[in-house]
Every structure is written in structure tokens, then in C-alpha cells.
């Protein structure tokens, strides 16, 4: 028998806002514990809510671009359960009205483009974090409050790729709405996946397993092509899958029981009492979508019509949102975008690679980049001579142009000088004057090492050999 894997999956994202969801509180990763709090964040009595305003632009910029319908209102609601992460024994959430309904995005694996759908995208808070020791536990309020948004998508997952290809999407997204830095590594952004399976053509779903905090796209996909085995292993053998949350054991590569799951929590929603519906006009939500940041598909776009790139190369500097806004400085200077892509792409991440470094930490200015490759264009210096010039700037941003004069390597293109020298090659070597007449075209290559030669290598070397082949026809 075959089967189909059914997966949906939801997706937490922080939000980068200078204050918490609903205190004053600030929000910043990696501080000292319980540093970063307020009475709001540890519930103590008569503390009462407020709307972190930049959360819900945030929230509409997300939805919009997953291409969600917006709710007008916000409503919130109390979600209750009682566990040591919720210092009020209760998280505020959206259940019935969900700030954003009915999107998709489009993604592309191997066997070409797919649309997932999106059923929702709500905001809540953020728990706190736990660090469980061997007898008790330690808590961090410091996260406990983030502006979160949570979107889940409808199960028309199928499989490990498309999972993988589809959270890099949404990552792609929140990070170039500048909604969050999508760190899956320090949680920003975290996975849930639902996935069941039943026989291909059968309408039915199978008894669903929850995979929790996946967190990198490597391990969604390798979580989920290791599930897909081991409970097509087990339906062949006629045994029943569980109903169960498991986790991904990175160092076994496979997903381990964490507890069995029964009957669904109650979580007792009701309406939340201390905010009040809070409508949004047409001009607060048309204002978020107009002062969106660009996303990458936009970007994709104009790179590809606007700066004749290939779609490879679009792709390669859309990766990292801060190696497109680098190049996207530079093009606003006069060097050809290709070559600056070229430059970004093999030179700069070359060096960023061996420096285990960020493109933000990089010394050398999208302006001078500019500059350098310019000098090239320009013919003043060779493609050779431009990796000595940025092998200097690159650790200082001096001048291009600068290091290239103090290094005697701008390239000498004066018309008169460099035909005077071309002649005086041409009066010392006959023989190549003849064998190029006898149609010997390396004749020309020979000359233009004369003419170099005499140069101490900084005569043009495509304007010395036009002119080189301009003399010979004379004689």
C-alpha cells in the first residue's frame, strides 16, 4: 500500500519591537535573566493590558504579504491553562478573530511551483523561557510578553521538501517586512509539525503526531522525511500510529517521544476583558502596507527586469536580506550591477566566509565597491590588478583608486603613450611584423608582452592590442 503524508504546520515569529505585547517592558535577546521585566510581564494584581501599536502593524504587513484578508477590528482573547511558563495562568491570544484569514504563498521545489494555503495569522504573547536542571527549574520572564504572531497553514503539505521550501518562505517574509530577524537558532522563529498519513486517494485523515520546535529548515525537512518513515513503517506492519508529540534528536536523526497525547485541551477561550475591541481604520491599515519594507520577491523582480541579472543571481543575494540591501547600496552609484554582483557574490563572500563574518560587519562601503569596480570598467586597472586593490580596502575602505596609485597599478591609457610605445616594439621585432603578415595571429600576443613589458605592466592592455593590430595593417 502507498501512502501521502498530511502536513500543516505552525509557525511562531517573534516580533522585533522595542516593547513587549502588552507592558512597556523592553525586548531584547541574549540579556540577563529577569532583567528585561515589568508588573505586567509577572501578573501582579490590578496590572492591566496595552496594545503594543508597532505588533499590529507588524501583524497586517505579514498578513498582506501572505495574501490574507485583514480584519478591520482587533479582538482578544484569554486563552487558559495552567503551566509555570504563564505567570497569569492565562495567555492573551486571538481565537475567533484572527487579524489575518485565507492566504498563501507560492513556493517552488523540484517538481516545480506549489501553492500552500494559510488559514490564519493571530497575535498572542510569548511565554517565558525554562531552564529545567536535574531537581527543579529556573524561570526567565524576560521573553514572557514578546510580540508574537502565529500562522498556521492549511495541511496541503506533502512532504519534507516542500515544508522546508515553504517555512523558508515565511522566513523570507517576516525578515524583509522587518517584522522579525527570523533566527530560528535563537528562537525567533519556531516550528510545530502536524503530520499524518493515509493511503494515496483516500479522503481521510490519519492519526496525527506533532513534531514541536524545529529549529532550523534542515531539521523541518529531515524531521519530517524521518516521521513519514517510521509511520509508513508501522501502518504496513498493522500497527496503529499514536497520537503523540515528539521532538527531533539532531545528533540520532529521528524524532523521539517526548508524551502521548489523549483528548484535546480545553483551553476555556472567552473573550478578553481588560482590552476592548479596538477598530482599525482603512487609512492605519493602507499606511502599514504602503511603509512595508520591499519583500524579496519584489526585489526579485527588479533585479531580474529593471538590473539584467539572471535569476541564479537574484536568488544568491536574496538569500540574506543584508548581503540585497548591501548591493542595493551600491547599484545607487554608477558600477554595472552585474559586475557588482559578481563581486558581492565570489570576492565579498569569500572573505566573509574565511572572517566568519556578517556582510554588516564588513569594512569596505557599498560607495568604494562601487569605485573599484568602475576602475575596471574604466580600464585604469585589470580584473588581476582590482583583487590587490580590494585585498587592501576590504580590511581599511581607503579610496580605490588611492591604493591603486600607491600600489603603481592604475593602468596607463593615453592614446599618444601607448601608441609611441607600440611603435617602438614594432621597429624592434620584424619578424613579428612578418610572421603576422604569414598569418601567425600570436605575433599580436608576442607584441602586446613587448609593450607591457615597456610599461612595467601598466599600458591598457585591450588598447594596446587594438592599436598593435591598427599598425601592423599599415605595414
Known amino acids: 500500500m502507498n501512502f501521502e503524508a498530511v502536513i500543516g504546520i505552525e509557525i511562531h515569529v517573534e516580533m522585533k519591537t522595542k516593547s513587549k505585547m502588552f507592558s512597556s517592558a523592553p525586548v531584547e535577546f541574549g540579556a540577563e535573566p529577569n532583567t528585561l521585566v515589568n508588573p505586567v510581564d509577572i501578573a501582579f494584581p490590578g496590572t492591566m493590558p496595552v496594545v503594543n501599536k508597532q505588533a499590529v502593524i507588524n501583524a497586517i504587513r505579514v498578513s498582506n ?5 485583514i480584519d478591520n477590528e482587533l479582538w482578544f482573547d484569554r486563552k487558559n491553562y495552567f503551566y509555570a511558563d504563564l505567570p497569569k495562568g492565562f495567555q492573551i491570544t486571538q481565537d475567533k478573530r484572527p487579524i489575518g484569514r485565507n492566504g498563501y504563498v507560492t513556493i517552488k521545489t523540484e517538481s516545480g511551483e506549489k501553492k500552500i494555503e494559510i488559514e490564519r495569522l ?43 521550501k515553504y517555512v523558508e518562505q515565511i522566513k523570507s517574509i517576516v ?21 499524518s498519513l493515509r493511503p494515496i486517494g483516500s479522503d481521510k485523515f490519519g492519526t496525527k503526531v506533532e513534531i514541536k520546535n524545529l529549529n532550523s529548515l ?25 497520537q503523540e508529540t515528539r521532538r527531533f534528536d539532531e545528533t540520532r536523526k529521528e524524532t523521539v517521544l517526548m508524551r502521548k497525547k489523549t483528548d484535546a485541551v480545553d483551553y476555556k477561550y472567552f473573550t478578553e476583558p481588560n482590552i476592548t475591541p479596538i477598530r482599525l481604520s482603512e ?27 539572471s535569476e541564479y543571481d537574484a536568488d544568491i543575494l536574496l538569500q540574506d536580506k543584508d548581503v540585497s540591501i548591501y548591493f542595493d547600496a551600491a547599484t545607487k ?17 569569500a572573505y566573509l566566509n574565511k572572517n566568519n563574518m556578517s556582510i554588516t560587519a564588513l569594512k569596505l562601503s557599498p560607495e568604494h565597491l562601487s569605485d573599484l569596480v568602475m576602475l575596471i570598467e574604466e580600464g585604469k586597472i585589470s580584473s588581476k590588478q582590482a583583487k590587490e586593490v580590494f585585498a587592501q580596502v576590504v580590511e581599511s575602505d581607503e579610496s580605490p583608486i588611492e591604493v591603486a596609485n600607491k600600489l603603481g597599478l592604475v593602468q596607463v591609457s593615453d592614446e599618444g603613450a601607448i601608441r609611441e610605445l607600440v611603435l617602438e616594439a614594432l621597429n624592434e621585432n620584424p619578424q613579428s611584423i612578418e610572421d603576422y603578415k604569414n598569418g601567425k595571429d600570436r605575433a599580436v600576443g608576442f607584441l602586446v608582452g613587448q ?12 588598447m594596446t592590442s587594438k592599436m598593435i593590430v591598427e599598425e601592423l595593417k599599415k605595414r
Open 283 to 309: 487609512g492605519f491599515i493602507k499606511n502599514a502596507i504602503d511603509t512595508c519594507p520591499e519583500l524579496a520577491s519584489s526585489k526579485k523582480e527588479r533585479y531580474m527586469n529593471v538590473l539584467s541579472l
Open 218 to 242: 534542515s531539521n523541518v525537512e529531515k524531521a519530517i522525511e524521518f516521521e513519514i518513515i517510521r509511520q509508513q513503517q508501522l501502518l504496513l506492519a498493522g500497527i496503529p500510529v499514536d
Open 122 to 164: 493571530h497575535m498572542e504573547e510569548d511565554t517565558c523561557k525554562q531552564l529545567h536542571l536535574s531537581t527543579y527549574s529556573l524561570l526567565d520572564y524576560n521573553r514572557a510578553g514578546t510580540p508574537l504572531v502565529e500562522i498556521v497553514s492549511r495541511p496541503n503539505i506533502r512532504s519534507g521538501e516542500e515544508a522546508m
Open 451 to 462: 609593450v607591457m613589458k615597456k610599461s612595467h605592466g601598466k599600458a591598457n592592455p585591450a
Open 175 to 195: 525578515q524583509y517586512t522587518d517584522v522579525s530577524d527570523g533566527k530560528m537558532e535563537e528562537g525567533s522563529l519556531r516550528c510545530d509539525v502536524n503530520i
Open 333 to 349: 552609484f554608477k558600477a554595472n550591477p552585474k559586475l557588482l554582483a559578481n563581486w558581492i557574490m565570489v570576492d565579498i563572500a
Open 65 to 69: 504579504a501572505l495574501h490574507m484578508s
